[in-house]
């Protein structure tokens, strides 16, 4: 399969816990995206990154939001000490390049209690 | 069945009628507009696209249609399936790549 993989599809911790996501984008796509998306909304930009540099970050990306992507290819999202807000589903998506499409991943559901 | 997206949140069509998605977009600056469809539990999926350069487009029973003079955009699906059950997001992808997401329009195709 070569579509955009995340890893876990879900994650349930409890508040002020660290977590971390694991996206890979499809082979040989330069550009990687991750959003947020909560129930009934669409999803929210929160950064993304062209191979390993990240070029912009959302105001909805806290200071307990960091994203790497270490060598252009696969990305972490990690989120430190996790409040109860951040119950979301987190999606990642890449694209070939700048203002091409993109192909989004299955998410990862996280859940705060 | 039409839908005005963001104020009209659920469609119902009839199995085998057409569709037609509705979408408001807010930045005159944006260029390029996507149509994604997602089902429960699972990732958006691309549908089609349209750069504002062109007014239609079409795929395989799809049809989008971009009026940029009123920053709209719609879906039309045509001989809607069961399987077209799912929310269908606009979304409008801005100069510096932030691409921006509407609500969705959740659409039921009743057999």
């Known amino acids: 399969d070569t579509g955009v993989s995340q890893d876990p599809r879900h994650k349930i911790t409890k508040r002020g816990q660290n977590v971390t996501f694991r996206c890979d984008p499809i082979?040989?796509?330069?550009?990687l995206y991750w959003y947020r998306q909560t129930l009934g909304q669409g999803p929210e930009f929160l950064t993304y990154f062209q191979n390993e540099a990240q070029l912009e970050k959302s105001r909805l990306l806290s200071d307990r939001f960091s994203a790497e992507r270490p060598k252009g290819s696969f990305s972490t999202l990690e989120i430190q000490r996790t409040e109860q807000g951040d119950s979301a589903m987190y999606l990642c998506a890449s694209s070939p390049g700048s203002r091409e499409t993109q192909y989004f991943g299955p998410g990862t559901r996280l859940l705060v209690l | 069945g039409e839908s005005v997206g963001l104020h009209l949140p659920t469609l119902s069509v009839q199995e085998g009628d057409n569709s037609i998605i509705n979408c408001a977009y807010s930045?005159?600056?944006?260029?390029?507009f996507i149509w994604y469809k997602q089902e429960s539990g699972k990732g958006p999926q691309f549908i089609i696209d349209i750069r504002s350069n062109m007014d239609k487009r079409q795929g395989q029973r799809v049809t989008v249609l971009l009026n940029k003079t009123v920053k709209h955009l719609s879906l039309q699906i045509a001989a809607t399936q069961p399987g077209d059950s799912a929310v269908y997001f606009c979304?409008?992808?801005?100069?510096?790549?932030?691409?921006?997401f509407g609500a969705g329009t959740r659409l039921t195709v009743k057999p």
């Open positions: 979304a409008e992808m801005r100069n510096n790549n932030d691409m921006r």
């Open positions: 930045n005159s600056a944006s260029d390029y």
């Open positions: 082979s040989e796509h330069n550009r």
